[in-house]
């Protein structure tokens, strides 16, 4: 019988420790595998769920987005008509300004005296009416149009054959409009079709 020396029994016990980690590494090797293999199979499993959380983060996102640029353009435009009628109260009070010029100037028209008074009036009417346009003041229009509710304001009415039904005959005060606004509107007559007592009084009067 053959007796091993202890540097070859160190080598032999050596070379099993060897072996035995081996196995262990190779048995801990196939847990995690087996571990993977698992986890992988339940991702497939969720994989519907987080491609439909995916979809609705994606539409969430993108109704921000738009939201958010709604809102930037409706502040945009916000403020762009802000600028745009910032002048529209002192306008409005300027206005009256010229009604008492135009009153001015229909007297000095009218009487036989003052002449030079007429033409400083007129003149300062220009002046006034110029700084209108300045701003984007344009008068509506008045007598000989169609009758419009949304820039006149009928105050009272006349049978007359000088003019068509429903059109303004007279204006008592001129209507405005800032830009496309309006800022104050026309205060006018206008015309309705004859009654018929009207018509028979007037052959009775023949």
């Known amino acids: 019988m053959t007796e091993e020396t202890p540097s070859e029994q160190a080598q032999s016990e050596s070379g099993n420790d060897t072996r035995d980690q081996t196995a262990f590494l190779s048995e801990d090797e196939e847990e995690t595998a087996a571990v993977k293999a698992d986890d992988v199979v339940d991702n497939m499993e ?4 987080l491609e439909t959380e ?29 600028i745009k009628f910032a002048n529209e109260r002192i306008l409005r009070d300027f206005l009256l300004i010229i009604d008492n010029l135009e009153r001015a100037l229909h007297h000095a ?5 003052g ?4 033409q400083g009036v007129e003149l300062v009417y220009k002046e006034c009416t110029d700084l209108l346009t300045r701003f984007n003041v344009t008068p509506v229009a008045g007598v000989g149009t169609q009758f419009d509710p949304e820039v006149h304001q009928a105050v009272s009415r006349v049978e007359t054959e000088e003019y068509q039904e ?16 309006l800022l104050r509107p026309a205060l006018v007559t ?17």
């Open 166 to 181: 429903n059109t303004v005959s007279d204006e008592l005060q001129k209507g405005y409009r800032l830009h496309d606004r």
């Open 54 to 82: 995916l979809k609705e983060t994606k539409d969430k996102h993108l109704r921000v987005a738009a939201e958010f640029e709604n809102f930037k353009k409706r502040a945009a435009r916000e403020r762009s008509e802000s």
């Open 115 to 118: 002449g030079s008074l007429g």
């Open 46 to 49: 969720d994989l519907p769920a």
């Open 190 to 206: 206008v015309v309705v079709p004859t009654s018929i007592q009207s018509v028979d009084n007037d052959e009775n009067q023949n």
């Open 109 to 113: 028209k009218e009487g036989t005296e």
